[in-house]
């Protein structure tokens, strides 16, 4: 490292002391480098899904000439390894990352292959959603004995698959209510992630995968009222970012995927909404309330935006409505611009208002905060509503082409100010 070669240069210039220099130096000396122990867990995880995969190949390959009896053995023989491998791990090497990781996902591959093989061997009838909530089941344990955050994804990876077989491919289809019990289980291994290893790319890969686990098997629950999906997606995107800004993740990361996934979804579903197709089914569309409070879209809408609005009433706690964000109430402004469009097309004017302010705020705010990024995140928002009303109104092609001059002349001298500000400040 060149600064333990500076240190007797420091020291001879009486910058530091001999004393100091000794501490310096043995502590880089002692010092881990966290890039190699990465390194290490990274081609641990990547060498026992090859050796997993070569496994089954192997096997493949010589199946056909197998007895039951030894079609059997073979069946058990990579789940025995596996456990083989966790049990040394546990015993001799539980400090080690790379083994704990690498073999877990090897028993992770192994349980799925095992399941699989049996169920081939002795005809047991199934279908692919069953196999999969047996095999996740089975391996929920190996999270917590293991402590493997890589099963841990790969687990929410599974549960995902097997909701979306339950509610969207598989026939019939069914909700998977099973799914919220599954993707809790994992809640503690989260928490104790975010707890004690903060600033980790596991916890990163956790932010992510939970939140697309929960927007990919949220429409799995919609059977009878598919137009309510709108609100419970409004809701969850704004609950991320509510828990993504909250005082609870921020003491924890400083990375907020929740509060990006949150503010880009609520962004998408207006954007969707800011069409006139929708609005005028919704009126077409007739719904009685007997009928609403019962649907299964219903209840969910209302649990997604009691747990929302209970987050925002903690942020108002803490925080001044002048510094709320615009993504933080979107949700709470959806809710009765949605049941007016039931009655009255004034709702669609009402959402390309929604998104403009929406636009509008965000660029005040990246000034305020002299940030390019969300500078250029609200001007985005205003250039995809102008793209969006490009190919729904009746407006000439000069006029078009005006709007979108003005938007690329907005672009760069926000930008061109707010560097020129930054210069001026240093």
Not at 251 to 256: L, P
Not at 264 to 286: A, D, M, R, T, Y
């Amino acid at each position: 490292m060149s600064i333990l070669n500076d240190l007797q240069e420091l020291e001879s210039a009486g910058v530091i002391s001999k004393d100091t220099s000794t501490r310096i130096e043995s502590y880089y000396k002692n010092k881990k480098d966290p890039s190699t122990n990465k390194l290490f867990v990274v081609f641990g995880i990547l060498g026992a899904i090859l050796v997993g995969l070569g496994t089954i190949l192997i096997i493949a390959h010589n199946w056909d000439e197998l007895s039951r009896g030894l079609k059997t053995g073979a069946a058990f023989l990579p789940l025995l390894v596996g456990q083989a491998l966790c049990s040394f791990t546990l015993l001799k090497k539980h400090q080690n990352i790379a083994w704990k990781e690498g073999s877990a996902v090897f028993l992770f591959f192994a349980v799925g292959t095992s399941i699989a093989l049996i169920s081939q061997i002795y005809n047991i009838p199934g279908n692919l959603s069953s196999y999969l909530l047996t095999w996740m089941l089975l391996i929920l344990p190996l999270v917590y004995v293991m402590k493997s955050s890589t099963v841990s994804l790969l687990y929410i990876i599974g549960t995902t698959y097997f909701a979306g077989e339950t509610g969207y491919w598989d026939y019939p289809k069914d909700s998977p209510y099973i799914y919220w019990l599954l993707i809790a289980a994992i809640v503690p291994h989260y928490y104790l992630l975010l707890k004690k290893s903060s600033k980790s790319n596991f916890v990163r890969f956790h932010n992510w995968f939970i939140a697309l686990s929960l927007t990919v098997v949220l429409g799995t629950f919609s059977k009878q009222m598919d137009e309510l999906m709108f609100l419970a997606y409004a809701s969850l995107f704004g609950l991320f970012y509510l828990f993504g800004t909250s005082k609870f993740f921020m003491d924890k990361t400083t990375k907020n995927d929740f509060t990006l996934l949150g503010s880009l979804g609520n962004v998408v579903i207006l954007l969707i909404l800011s069409f006139n197709e929708f609005w005028e089914h919704l009126i077409k569309k007739e719904m009685f309330l007997n009928e609403i409070i019962v649907a299964p879209e219903f209840i969910i809408t209302i649990i997604l935006s009691v747990l929302a609005m209970m987050f925002l009433y903690e942020r108002l706690k803490s925080s001044p409505i002048k510094d709320i964000s615009p993504f933080s109430v979107a949700f709470l402004l959806f809710i009765p611009i949605f049941f007016i469009g039931t009655f009255s097309s004034i709702a669609v004017f009402l959402i390309n208002l929604l998104v403009f302010a929406i636009g509008i705020l965000t660029i005040r705010a990246g000034s305020k905060q002299n940030h390019l990024g969300i500078l250029n995140y609200g001007l985005l928002i205003i250039a995809a509503l102008i793209v969006c009303r490009f190919f729904d109104t009746d407006l000439s092609f000069v006029i078009r082409g005006l709007l979108f001059i003005s938007v690329g002349v907005g672009f760069f001298f926000a930008n061109y100010r707010m560097i020129r500000k930054r210069q001026e400040n240093d």
